[in-house]
Structure formats: structure tokens, C-alpha cells
């Protein structure tokens, strides 16, 4: 089996770490803190956020360093609108051409998510939410799709852990859930496109929420116009 290059190696843990929320948006990555951690030299590190930076994962701000992204309100809202208008499309195929074993796989999520929300366990409800939703974009039948809603859910995914942390926003979620799943299953592609974007939209519509619970999590970041949290 081919070796996987060093470069690759670091951007996939980093990529993790990032949106498993270790690395929060705003904060400084220090390459040779980095290169101390993976055990590697600096140019598989410069390599690896070169690639992130790419993704839209990190920015590197000349003189000042590389910091995990941190979106604006409105550049925020701009890319949830994205996502839900990709969600939705992916659900409406999924609906068309989903297949049983999928399906029971979905359901599967489905009751995971359930039993986080009524444990009130944000972290695990996320990794059950995450592949209910990845589940959905894999059953579109469409590759580029599924790459492209792939890719962003990367970038965002760190802000839709946060928003997990919202009074209800768990409860609420599952039976958002539910409702996609639902008309998914029943083959309603008109259904299943409309709740999987009112789905994401709702998100949107919590930014309010979302600022005020941000204070609370993220740490202080050098200036870098209007932020989430400012």
C-alpha cells in the first residue's frame, strides 16, 4: 500500500482536530508547536496549512500567523444559506435514490441522535448528527455533489457543534431530523428538500444565539474586523 505523504498525514489530523473543536475558530496555530506534536519538520506543517487554508479551514495573515477561520455574521450567514440550498438538493435526490441499506442506516443515526438529545450530551449528539447528515449527502447519488457539500460542511462544521450548546437547539434539531427522514423515505423529494434546508436555515436564524453562546466558548483573537463573539 502506497505510503501517505507526510503533508497529507498533518492536514488530515489537523482538519480533525478542527472540527472536532480541539482547534477553535480564532485561534493562533503555531507551526513549530505543531512540528513538535506531529514529530515532523516545518515544511510537511507550512505544506499541510497551505492545503487547509485552500479548504477554508485556516488563514494565514501575512506577519501576523495562521489562525483556524473565524467567519463574520454575514459571511457566516452566506455560507449557511449555501449549505441549506445544498442539503436540500442532496436530500431531494436521496429521496429518489436511496437504497434500503442506507435507509436503515439512516434510521440507525436517527435513534442515536435520540438518545444523546434525551442525555443531554452535545459532543455525542454531534457525531451521531454528523453522520446522519453525511449519510443524506452519500445517497444523493450525485459524486460532485456530494463532494461539494462534503467540502463545506468541513468549514462550517466547527459553528454547527457550537450551536448544539443553544437551550432545546438538540431537541428541535431531532425532530428536524425526523421530518427528513421521514419524507425521505416515503420518496417526498419536494418534502425532504424543503425540511433538510429549513433545517440548516434555522441556523441561521439563531445567529442571535449563536453570538451570545460564542462569548461564553471562544477564546480572545488579535482584531480581524466584525467576528463572531465581537
Known amino acids: 500500500m502506497a505510503r501517505v505523504p507526510e503533508s497529507q498525514r498533518v492536514r488530515d489530523a489537523l482538519e480533525n482536530a478542527v472540527v472536532d473543536g480541539r482547534y477553535r475558530p480564532g485561534e493562533r496555530l503555531d507551526p513549530a508547536q505543531l512540528a513538535r506534536e506531529f514529530g515532523c519538520s516545518r515544511t510537511p506543517i507550512r505544506e499541510a ?3 487547509l487554508e485552500r479548504s477554508g ?3 494565514i495573515r501575512p506577519k501576523q500567523g495562521t489562525y483556524v477561520t473565524e467567519l463574520s455574521v454575514p459571511e457566516l450567514a452566506e455560507r449557511f444559506e449555501v449549505m441549506a440550498e445544498l442539503e436540500g438538493m442532496a436530500a431531494r435526490l436521496s429521496a429518489r435514490r436511496i ?3 442506507a435507509l436503515d442506516d439512516l ?3 436517527l435513534r442515536e441522535c435520540e438518545e444523546h438529545a434525551t442525555a443531554g450530551d452535545a459532543d455525542r449528539y454531534y457525531y451521531a448528527n454528523a453522520l446522519f447528515h453525511d449519510i443524506v449527502y452519500d445517497s444523493c447519488g450525485n459524486t460532485y455533489l456530494r463532494q461539494q457539500t462534503h467540502a463545506l460542511k468541513r468549514v462550517l462544521q466547527p459553528y454547527r457543534r457550537l450551536q448544539l450548546r443553544v437551550p ?3 431537541r428541535r434539531s431531532l425532530a428536524e431530523h425526523r421530518q427528513i427522514a421521514d419524507a425521505i423515505r416515503d420518496g417526498d423529494a419536494e418534502a425532504a428538500e424543503n425540511a433538510a434546508r429549513d ?3 434555522v441556523q441561521v436564524k439563531e445567529f442571535s444565539h449563536l453570538v451570545r453562546t460564542w462569548k461564553h466558548l471562544s477564546r480572545p483573537v488579535p482584531p480581524a ?3 463572531v463573539g465581537s
Open 57 to 59: 479551514l485556516v488563514q
Open 225 to 227: 474586523g466584525e467576528r
Open 49 to 51: 496549512l497551505q492545503a
Open 107 to 109: 434510521e440507525r443515526a
Open 199 to 201: 433545517h440548516v436555515l
Open 168 to 170: 432545546d437547539r438538540m
Open 99 to 101: 437504497e434500503h441499506r
